[in-house]
């Protein structure tokens, strides 16, 4: 399927501008979603085998999930299950509706199976997507595995007013969804990623918490993540981890887009590489698994990362699980190499796990940082 898609779909694919590719690509997704027959055929196509783990207290039938951003206005909540993602994360989803950045704002480099972004958290805001929420909820479609929200700020909120701003997407979000993540780690919002600072990310837990014990609410606690940006220094991380264990988070998310570019590119895709936004894709994958590596290692693992950031193949993803990431995320590897991703990659760790002697996906976790 992957070899199919490569060279005979992504090429004509390519033609086309990347944003409304996918626009329209989520759109025909959206209706497959809402067809129990098309679903049904999507899922004997490309439903994965079973590789369960436990983490933050949810269930996942396999550890592959949908990065955010792929499907940020909910459009086709149901497909992902169908496509073999163990979990799905929806959004990112701001307070207020609000465009994102002017058009062209996606850009795709070929040669080095990368994407640059700067969307700009572009969403109906956190009232609509409750109701789109809502709607699929009704329909009888929800996915079987756990759904997660990235939570960001909005765009007029100004930085002090942050916490409110996260607090009040949450407490509309809360009962939909089954974890939610706080996103400060986004390049395209003005200053967003000042709110990894230690006082600013405590004021914002602090605020979510809140919602949390709010009485007259009967939703369960939902696990709470922070996304981190992958040019954070390691100093920077160490304060998150300390936050993160006084303030229960649930889960760290590594990582988000750079800012950091290739130093030797081809000058075909210098100019791609001049545009301003976050970079995604196989150019991230070591500064990413770098981090999951440190955040494994300060954690000593007590707090379950979803690695992120280049994966697009099970030895990738294998890569990011033995370093120390317990589930892991895929966006640009879908865009690259089709819709049968979720499922090759699960088969493939499938066959590493035996190959490698492991009794379990839990037993493979972090296993980098016991080997000799
Ligand atoms: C077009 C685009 C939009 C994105 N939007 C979001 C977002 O809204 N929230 C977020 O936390 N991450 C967002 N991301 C980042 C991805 O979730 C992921 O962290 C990053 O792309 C690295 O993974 P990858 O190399 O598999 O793409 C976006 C990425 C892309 C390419």
Redesign the pocket.
């Known amino acids: 399927m992957s070899w199919l898609y490569r060279h005979t779909i992504r090429p004509c694919l390519f033609l086309q501008d990347s944003e409304r590719i ?1 626009n329209r690509t989520l759109g025909a997704l959206g209706r497959i979603s809402r067809n129990r027959l098309l679903n049904g055929m999507v899922r004997v196509l490309f439903e994965a085998p079973p590789l369960p783990i436990e983490a933050m207290g949810l269930r996942f039938p396999n550890p592959v999930g949908l ?4 499907d ?1 206005l909910g459009e086709a909540v149901p497909v992902w299950e169908s496509l073999g993602f163990g979990f799905s ?1 929806l ?2 989803i701001t307070r207020h509706a609000q465009p994102g950045n002017d058009a062209p704002r ?1 850009f795709r480099i070929i040669p080095d199976e990368a ?1 640059i ?1 700067r ?1 700009g ?1 572009n969403n109906p805001g956190a009232e609509a997507f409750a109701k789109a929420l809502h709607q699929w909820r009704n329909s009888g479609h929800w996915p079987g595995h756990p759904v997660g929200v ?1 939570l ?1 700020k909005s765009k007029i909120t100004p930085l002090g007013e942050a916490a409110a701003d996260y607090a009040h997407s949450f407490r509309i979000l809360r009962s939909l969804a089954d974890f939610f ?1 706080v ?1 400060v ?2 390049p395209n919002t003005p200053n967003l990623r000042q709110l990894q600072d230690r006082a600013a990310l405590d004021e914002i837990l602090v605020a979510l918490q809140e919602v949390q014990n709010e009485t007259g609410d009967r939703t369960p606690i939902r696990p709470i993540l922070v ?1 981190v940006a992958p040019d954070l220094p390691f100093e920077a991380l160490d304060e998150i981890v300390e936050l993160a264990f006084s303030r229960k988070v649930a889960g760290i ?1 590594a ?3 750079t800012l950091a570019r290739p130093v030797n590119s081809r000058p075909a895709s210098r100019k791609l590489y001049a545009e301003t936004g ?1 970079m ?2 196989r150019p ?2 070591q500064r ?1 698994t770098e981090i999951i590596r440190h955040l494994y290692r300060q954690t000593q693992g007590r707090i379950p990362i979803i690695g ?4 697009f193949t099970a030895e990738d993803a294998w890569e990011k699980i033995t370093a120390g990431a317990s589930l892991v ?5 879908m865009v690259y190499r089709g819709p049968g991703i979720a499922r090759a990659i699960v088969a493939g760790l499938r066959r590493l796990l035996v190959a490698e002697g492991h009794a379990s996906l839990a037993a493979a976790v972090g296993i980098a940082h016991r080997s000799p």
């Open positions: 996918h990065a955010a951003g792929m940020k994360e959004g990112g996606m994407l972004n969307m958290f990235n960001g993540v996103n780690s986004s996304k998310v990582t988000n887009t976050g995604s894709g991230l994958a990413s992120v950031g280049g994966i995320q895929v966006y640009t590897g």
